[in-house]
């Protein structure tokens, strides 16, 4: 049987530790990050049934690089996640001229 990739982007595998925030900035829990896209990722985190659907990731050490994510499957430890909206492919036009 044949297995079809249906993700939207090419995944690169890392292992980057980030943070989740739920219900309006409460509810902080740690996960790691296995692989990123621009539409995407697949986190690690002790319990993901308990996750809701929606939620913040929080990126960076300082909070400041945040996605928005909607989860679109989940296994015990792990989720897969859709970024909402995708983070972008191309720099500013601002910035490349620079």
């Known amino acids: 049987m044949l297995i079809t990739d249906r993700r939207k982007g090419k995944r690169r595998y890392v292992v980057h530790g980030a943070r989740i925030v739920c219900d309006g900035g409460s509810g ?3 996960c790691r990050m296995l692989d990123v896209s621009a539409f995407g ?3 690690e ?3 993901a049934l308990t996750l809701p659907d929606k939620f913040v990731l929080l990126l960076s ?3 400041r690089l945040r996605r928005q994510c909607i989860v679109v499957w989940r296994k015990q430890s792990a989720v ?3 970024f909402n909206p995708p983070f972008p492919t191309k720099l500013n036009p601002l910035r490349e001229a620079i």
């Open 28 to 30: 902080l829990q740690s």
């Open 61 to 63: 050490h300082d909070g």
């Open 41 to 43: 990722a697949q986190l």
């Open 45 to 47: 985190l002790e319990n």
């Open 80 to 82: 897969g996640i859709e």
